[in-house]
């Protein structure tokens, strides 16, 4: 098994920044692929942006691309996501995703394991 916990949301002004962290702990050895995604009120969740653990293989959103970084610390078992320039719309819970699996997927199915999520509001 693998646990997966998310910090750093919370309410921030639109044009402002949040750095989340998602901290991944247990059987790390058998994740390929680590995973942020979103869900808005009413909506499904989407796929928001990936990184392979060795950190060499990102990618985004294609509506989020310039705006959010994600990027890793292989000695803190920990992923980050930067978010810059947040609208409204950002607002959502972000959640952290794990898959074992070594081809990106942005099928939220296909991730093995999940965090409990963090609240982002960002204010107008």
């Known amino acids: 098994q693998v646990q997966l916990v998310e910090s750093g949301g919370g309410l921030v002004q639109a044009g402002g920044s949040l750095r989340l962290s998602c901290a991944a702990s247990?059987?790390?050895?058998?994740?390929?692929?680590i995973g942020w995604f979103r869900q808005a009120p009413g909506k499904e969740r989407e796929f928001v942006a990936s990184i392979n653990w060795d950190g060499d293989r990102t990618y985004y959103a294609d509506s989020l691309k310039g705006r959010f970084t994600i990027s890793g610390d292989n000695a803190k078992n920990t992923v980050y996501l930067q978010m810059n320039s947040l609208k409204p719309e950002d607002t959502a819970v972000y959640y952290c995703?794990?898959?074992?699996?070594?081809?990106?997927?942005?099928?939220?199915?296909?991730?093995?394991?999940w965090g409990q999520g963090t609240q982002v509001t960002v204010s107008s």
């Open positions: 995703a794990a898959r074992q699996g070594i081809l990106l997927s942005a099928t939220t199915s296909r991730w093995d394991y």
């Open positions: 247990g059987r790390t050895f058998s994740i390929h692929l």
